[in-house]
């Protein structure tokens, strides 16, 4: 299920309805955001009635100033109207095909700093309310950074604080993105332009955890200043590639470890031959000593369980002990598991928390998406997106500079030459959470 955002500035501009039904061809959107629409009322119903969807929910503009809608198609997602403003429609999403349902806050922050105060304390006052999934998505009209500003002013600090705390109380996460890194422009020349990433999508950690694979997308920008920004909740499937082998911190505390270590260096052999021969025992000792981690506590949960509920009517010393056996043996698999994910969102635990593992999971989730290349600019600027040809193209790149022109035994590095395809890893490619 895919969701799409964008900031017309005005539905009544001419191409406004054509555009629309472009992007819904394209990306196939359940849900439409549309903000600054400058229009209210029974005008913005008769423009919506226009529009490929069969559910809408509008605000009312401030003069000619403002207009939010939210927009849907009733077959795949039942919406659920819970309160607006001026600047916020929030509703329930129910989606069809898996039964899911969560939180949608869509927003048009005001320009004004004053009433986008009323803003951050609406949404602050609405997180205390609920313990759902949630989504909050719109044009906030303020970067968070400094790396969400290009040109004109820096970013104001209080300003982006207060928008931060904001976020922070609502236990919000930012999925990154892909595509051009800023999401409006003031279109003016080089010397006055000025850029910002305003246009957002954020989510808290239950609604990452259904859906742990959403990628968020500046779409091309036309027909506005903005750009469209386009959430999938369950993306095209990617071709999945072998796992590199990665030691596990956990592994440690087992006793037998040291014996597949000395193991893999007890005959003598060359360097990448021990390490090759450590990470293929090592492997299989994972497996057949710790097996999954995750159903192993689950098994664990369910063994204490039903000892518990025999436990509460025949006690006994036998089942007392065998119960702290399985606490102890759980208390062993929880701290195995706060490792791995420890170590693998690469934080700092000791600042984050304590055992906090729905913390790591999610920063692991949005860490790993942050570092996917989902598309790169080939030697003539043009962008690939598909990922067997970007795989492709990486590999051919590589080809190219490690290639010798010459018929000679001695390797040499040729110097990469102007406009000549190669690998170029840049921050709009792809951009995490900063």
């Given at each position: 299920m ?5 900031n017309?500035?005005g539905a009544?501009?001419?191409?406004f309805?054509?555009?629309v039904?472009?992007?819904v061809?394209?990306?196939d959107?359940?849900i439409?955001?549309?903000t600054?629409t400058h229009?209210g009322?029974?005008?913005a ?13 509008h ?13 849907w ?7 659920s109207?819970?309160?607006n403003s001026e600047?916020?429609?929030h ?7 898996s039964?899911?349902?969560w939180m949608?806050?869509?927003?048009y922050?005001?320009p ?12 602050s006052n609405i997180?205390?309310l609920h ?5 909050i ?5 303020e970067?968070l950074?400094?790396a969400d ?9 209080n300003?982006?604080l ?10 919000m996460?930012d999925l ?11 279109g003016?020349?080089i010397?006055d ?6 246009d ?7 609604w990452?955890r ?10 091309t920008r036309?027909?506005?200043d903005?750009?469209?920004?386009l959430?999938?909740t369950?993306?095209q499937?990617r ?6 082998f990665?030691?596990?911190?956990y592994?440690?505390s087992?006793?037998s470890f040291p ?7 007890r005959?003598p ?8 021969t450590?990470?293929?025992n090592?492997?299989?000792?994972n ?5 999954n981690?995750?159903s192993?506590?689950?098994r664990i949960r369910?063994?204490l369980n039903g000892?518990?509920r ?13 119960e702290?056996?399985?606490n102890?043996?759980l ?10 994910w ?11 928390g ?7 999971h999610?920063?692991?989730?949005v ?5 996917r ?8 600027g ?8 970007v ?5 051919r790149?590589?080809c190219d ?7 000679t035994?001695?390797?040499s590095a ?7 395809a ?6 709009e ?5 900063g």
């Amino acid at each position: 299920m895919n969701l799409v955002v964008w900031n017309c500035r005005g539905a009544l501009k001419p191409n406004f309805q054509d555009y629309v039904h472009d992007l819904v061809r394209q990306h196939d959107p359940a849900i439409f955001v549309v903000t600054e629409t400058h229009v209210g009322g029974a005008r913005a119903r008769d423009i919506t009635d226009k529009l490929p969807f069969d559910g809408a929910i509008h605000t009312e503009t401030i003069g000619r100033a403002g207009g939010l809608w939210l927009l849907w198609n009733s077959d795949r997602v039942d919406v659920s109207f819970l309160a607006n403003s001026e600047q916020e429609i929030h509703s329930t999403v129910k989606v069809r095909s898996s039964n899911f349902s969560w939180m949608l806050s869509a927003v048009y922050a005001s320009p004004r700093r004053v009433e986008r105060s009323i803003l951050w304390n609406n949404l602050s006052n609405i997180a205390d309310l609920h313990k759902m999934p949630w989504v909050i998505t719109g044009d906030f009209n303020e970067p968070l950074t400094g790396a969400d500003k290009f040109g004109g002013r820096a970013v104001s600090v209080n300003r982006a604080l207060a928008f931060k705390d904001c976020l922070d109380k609502c236990n919000m996460v930012d999925l990154g993105f892909s595509g051009p890194r800023f999401t409006w422009t003031n279109g003016r020349e080089i010397q006055d332009l000025i850029q910002e990433r305003i246009d957002r999508f954020f989510v808290n950690p239950d609604w990452y955890r259904i859906y742990p694979e959403a990628r968020v997308t500046h779409l091309t920008r036309s027909h506005s200043d903005h750009c469209p920004v386009l959430l999938e909740t369950m993306p095209q499937r990617r071709i999945h590639l072998d796992r590199p082998f990665k030691f596990q911190r956990y592994w440690l505390s087992d006793l037998s470890f040291p014996k597949v270590v000395s193991q893999a260096w007890r005959q003598p052999t060359q360097l990448h031959e021990a390490i090759q021969t450590f990470a293929t025992n090592a492997t299989i000792w994972n497996r057949n000593q710790f097996g999954n981690i995750f159903s192993k506590k689950n098994r664990i949960r369910a063994r204490l369980n039903g000892l518990q509920r025999i436990i509460a009517i025949r006690p006994s010393s036998y089942l007392l002990e065998l119960e702290r056996n399985l606490n102890q043996e759980l208390e062993e698999i929880l701290n195995q598991e706060h490792d791995l994910w420890a170590l693998k969102s690469r934080l700092n635990w000791m600042v984050q928390g304590d055992r906090n593992t729905a913390f790591y999971h999610v920063s692991t989730l949005v860490r790993r998406n942050r570092n996917r290349i989902t598309a790169i600019k080939n030697s003539v600027g043009e962008w690939i997106m598909n990922e067997a040809e970007v795989m492709d193209f990486i590999r051919r790149g590589f080809c190219d500079i490690y290639s010798s022109s010459h018929n000679t035994s001695k390797w040499s590095a040729r110097p990469i030459q102007s406009g000549q395809a190669c690998l170029n890893m840049r921050k709009e490619i792809v951009y995490g959470p900063g």
